[in-house]
């Protein structure tokens, strides 16, 4: 069921400096016959964003839940800087540096901003006791970077507005220094202020060296933000792209024929009127 | 004034009305300046009500140091499981099975007591270690089965509502087990005093130490907190707040060791005692001071623990991040599973003391010990402002709850009001404390 294959600490490989920082060979997973994911190979590099697009359906959450740990793959091995990395929860992924940024958000409403930050990796003081002014003053810190505008610490994040709970979430993954980021929809729930906001953001962890996984539905963001871009449809992987080779009139066509760019025909684009 | 003005001014009732709610509109503003929990607030307020009301119809007879006293000690057994209570529903759990928990635990401990110290192990009655014995027995069998329930909803997936009625049928029926179902009575001489009555409390002088201790430590608490916010360069609360709020409860324990020291030993007891001693029996009475009860004093801290637990353990943090949003404590890397199982053992320990104390009181232990307390215990918790949606709930405020329920018992006692009656107002009492606090809820956004 684990993905897991050599413990991790085998010693690094000679050719580990050019190894990409994740690559997810061969992962399958299936739910009760249904192929929701069905022999995915995808990579990333340091300092890259990598597009993940496709329609509803098409199995790039579950593919990221993958990697977040929220999902266990049936089959297939995920390599973290070129070594098989053993990922069987979430709390596995995350001593890999893997941060997700759900599109639920996965916020408990009833805590404040610091508790839902530190949610399962509270800060303790020596006796064990919940060190909540420290986590208080270290979300300060991490807030004021995404969002100066953000007071709001000790209301439960139920009451805050769509785009605070975002900042929330991004924050716990800025705080916890993620090295691999994944993104599901971020800026679905936001208005354009806000959306703006977390492109900022996806800019400035890039020029920081952190790969970044990028979930969205807008073709925008995507051509925006991304470098690569790999479309999915129905479990696979149809092409991974570079941003500058395609036009987002040929993205759509994948996403919506599951065809390459070249081999979907003229009829077929008629149809869907590209 | 002409006739088309006076008609605009709205009659003066209603101005008086809209004096009265833009006042009440503002108390929440004051208090959250102050950061005061509002709902623990209102239920100080609804329990004074309560208080006063009672003392007024029955003429003066509710404030009496001996009611408060014996108001403290029937709060305690309730008290103290409802403080476990509360992590239950916190984590969207329900436990059904307390009641009948704590008369198997209650029935185990009596036999330890009685048969298998004295008679099994033929080491005879009244051990000085008996007691310690009965009481460690009791403590963990109540973890073992609490944790069992736990690993059948943690890990069996079976919901704790289905689980937790069914351990409500299988305890019970396990006391049968014990000697056919006799009363044991009577208990361990030391192991009673954890029921309380005159002998089982801690005294004057005591009563003032143990006041003094909580009031030093209310005051440390606030210095060190104002220290700790200041350093980091938050905002800490104004000054007024911080001497009245603490004022105030520096003020609420120093008044309850009064209270508990007002009430003296009865006269018979009293001039007994004052017999075995050879202690001359001063004119009007030998006046010896109760002192705080050791079942008050065991849900003291009992109180002070589970609160530190809830909101300074992280084990308690996980347990609100659960009942908030259960995929988001799984995904943040939280063992949910091991959670669950730590909840009800706790709930299973709280058990095993309030069935001490409830044996230890009546001297025995009967087949019937603690029938239907589960609904007090989530009566308590809910009153107390826990929420059944999950992630809602404090357990001081659940304590007050216990308090108010047995308010109501004991005063509707006091006004011989008859059993089935208080059933009836305590059932309404329940639904429109929980409607209310649900409006408010929603009122609040």
């Known amino acids: 069921m684990t993905v897991e294959i050599l413990p991790p600490s085998t010693p690094p490989s000679p050719a580990a400096p050019r190894a990409p920082l994740v690559d997810m060979r061969d992962i ?75 599109q639920t958000l996965a916020l408990a ?59 929330v979430a991004i924050g ?99 149809e869907i009127q590209i | 004034m002409t006739g088309a003005e006076a008609q605009l001014q709205p009659p003066a009732y209603q101005r008086v009305l809209g004096a009265i709610r833009e006042f009440l509109r503002r108390i929440p503003v004051a208090l959250r300046r102050a950061e005061i929990d509002t709902r623990l607030f209102g239920m100080l307020v609804a ?20 009611n408060l006293w014996n108001l403290s000690v029937q709060s305690a057994s309730i008290g103290i499981m409802a403080t476990g209570m509360v992590l239950v529903i916190v984590s969207r759990n329900i436990d059904l099975s307390v009641g009948s928990l704590l008369g198997f635990l209650g029935y185990t401990m009596a036999m330890v007591q009685i048969e298998w110290i004295p008679r099994a192990l033929g080491l005879g009655f009244d051990q000085p270690y008996t007691w310690l014995v009965a009481l460690v027995v009791g403590l963990v069998l109540g973890a073992t089965l609490g944790a069992i329930t736990g690993l059948i909803i943690g ?11 069914g351990g409500l049928l299988v305890f019970r029926g396990l006391i049968f087990s014990y000697a056919q179902g006799q009363t044991m ?40 907190s104002r220290r700790r916010k200041r350093h980091y360069g938050f905002q800490v609360r104004p000054m007024w707040a911080e001497i009245a709020l603490n004022g105030f409860a520096i003020a609420a324990v120093l008044g309850a060791v009064w209270v508990a020291n007002a009430y003296s030993w009865p006269e018979a007891l009293a001039a007994q005692f004052a017999e075995e001693r050879g202690i001359p029996i001063p004119p009007g009475g030998l006046i010896i001071p109760t002192g705080i009860a050791y079942p008050v004093l065991i849900l003291l801290a009992v109180t002070i623990v589970m609160t530190y637990v809830a909101t300074r353990r992280r084990f308690g943090r996980n347990v609100y991040a659960m009942g908030g949003n259960p995929e988001a404590a799984r995904l943040g890397g939280i063992n949910t599973r091991k959670t669950i199982v730590t909840i009800f053992a706790v709930m299973g320990v709280l058990c095993a003391i309030s069935a001490a104390v409830q044996t230890a009181r009546l001297n025995a232990a009967v087949t019937g010990l603690g029938g239907q307390n589960e609904l007090d215990v989530i009566s308590a918790a809910v009153i107390g402002g826990t929420s059944f949606a999950g992630g809602i709930g404090s357990i001081p405020g659940a304590v007050l709850g216990a308090v108010v329920m047995q308010s109501l018992r004991s005063g509707m006692l006091l006004l011989n009001v008859d059993s089935p009656t208080q059933d009836i107002i305590v059932g309404f009492v329940l639904v429109i404390a929980v409607g209310l606090d649900a409006y408010l809820r929603r009122r609040a956004g």
């Open chain 2, 47 to 66: 329990l004074a009500i309560i208080w006063v009301g009672f003392n007024v119809v029955s003429d003066g007879g509710f404030l009496t140091a001996r």
């Open chain 2, 155 to 165: 890990y069996g997936g079976v919901p704790s509502f289905i689980v937790t009625l």
């Open chain 1, 28 to 102: 399958r997973v299936s739910f009760g016959g249904v192929h929701a994911v069905d022999g995915v190979n995808i990579d990333l590099h340091e300092g890259e964003v990598v597009g993940l697009v496709g329609g509803n359906g098409a199995g790039k959450s579950t593919l990221m839940k993958v990697l977040s740990g929220a999902q266990s793959a049936d089959a297939g091995e995920i390599h973290i800087r070129g070594e098989v990395a053993s990922i069987s929860s979430p709390r596995d992924a995350k001593t890999y540096g893997i941060e997700c940024i759900y």
């Open chain 1, 109 to 167: 409403d009833n805590l404040d901003c610091p508790a839902n930050i530190f949610l399962g990796r509270e800060l303790v003081s020596r006796v064990g006791s919940l060190d909540d002014d420290a986590m208080e003053a270290a979300s300060r810190t991490v807030l004021n970077r995404l969002n100066p505008n953000f007071k709001n610490f000790a209301a439960p994040v139920v009451s805050l507005s769509g785009g605070q709970r975002q900042a």
């Open chain 1, 172 to 270: 716990r993954a800025i705080h916890f220094e993620a090295k691999i980021l994944i993104m599901d929809e971020p800026t679905a729930a936001l208005g354009p202020a806000e959306t703006a906001q977390v492109r900022d953001v996806i800019k400035q962890l890039k020029e920081e060296g952190i790969g970044i996984f990028l979930i969205s539905h807008d073709i925008h963001d995507v051509f925006d933000l991304a470098d690569r871009i790999s479309v999915m449809y129905h479990g696979r992987i149809v092409d991974t792209v570079e941003k500058g080779s395609v036009t987002t009139d040929e993205v759509l066509a994948m996403i919506i024929l599951g065809k390459k760019a070249a081999e979907a025909s003229r009829e077929e684009l008629a």
């Open chain 2, 185 to 224: 009575a009577p208990l361990d001489g030391i192991f009673r005093l954890l029921g309380g009555g005159p002998e089982g409390s801690l005294g004057e002088t005591l009563s003032w130490a143990v006041g003094v201790v909580i009031a030093v430590a209310i005051v440390i608490n606030a210095v060190r």
